[in-house]
């Protein structure tokens, strides 16, 4: 069965720090894969995604991710961490027309 | 353009009363997914509509029902409502006329409190 995991319900960085938010996916077929944001009481926002091409997507406010296809991993990183940045982050993916595979979320804590 | 749309933001019923939550997708789009949000489960998939049609479904009792309608806007309806049903309901809607690699536009939600 298609799952995708999210390590770390938590992350807490300091401002101007490195983020790594980790997304792995089981699945034998290379699935779309998406990472969205939310902040307190909103619904998401897509960050970026990956379909085909280039494996290092570049997204919004900075966030990039690389997909890896031998580590089924889709991490998502910034260099520089601002204090906007806290909010929950999901992982998601799709195979063909089948639904989306949400992960847990990753609350991401910005210390200043 | 404006986006996704819900309908109400907020809400508070009874436990056994029913409910229904409405969603306008962003103009042009044709698919509608809902989705069930809590804390303890996270965001689970409910069903997709496109072109009035239920696509996929995820694993809720039949008590959670959705339709849509020729201008694509889609409802979700909960039957007996139950205390596990307090939630934040979400909406998300994409083109559907290219395949998978297609991004939802999430709404920014309906939350329901069952007392």
């Known amino acids: 069965a298609q799952s995708v995991t999210q390590l770390g319900s938590h992350v807490s960085v300091s401002e101007g720090a490195l983020v790594l938010l980790r997304c792995n996916y089981s699945?034998?077929?290379?699935?779309?894969l998406f990472w969205y944001v939310q902040y307190p009481n909103q619904g998401l926002q897509l960050l970026l995604k990956y379909t085909t091409g280039a494996t290092l997507v570049k997204g919004i406010n900075g966030f990039e991710a690389e997909f890896k296809k031998s580590e089924t991993s889709f991490h998502l990183t910034k260099p520089s961490a601002h204090m906007s940045d806290a909010a929950e982050y999901f992982c998601a993916v799709r195979y063909n027309f089948n639904k989306f595979y949400f992960g847990s979320g990753t609350k991401l804590n910005v210390k200043p | 353009k404006a986006g996704v749309t819900q309908t109400p933001r907020y809400l508070i019923k009874t436990r056994g009363q029913q409910v229904t939550l409405s969603c306008s997708p962003i103009?042009?789009?044709?698919?509608v997914s809902w989705y069930q949000q809590t804390p303890g489960q996270g965001l689970q998939f409910l069903f997709e509509?496109?072109?009035?049609?239920?696509?996929n479904k995820g694993n809720f009792p039949g008590r959670f029902s959705g339709r849509q309608f020729s201008n694509s806007r889609s409802e979700m309806n909960v039957s007996t409502l139950e205390l596990g049903d307090s939630a934040l309901y979400l909406c998300a809607s994409s083109l559907a006329a290219s395949g998978a690699q297609e991004t939802q536009y999430f709404g920014p939600g309906t939350r329901l409190l069952v007392l």
């Open positions: 699945s034998s077929v290379p699935p779309y």
């Open positions: 509509y496109f072109s009035e049609t239920q696509r």
């Open positions: 103009s042009g789009h044709r698919s």
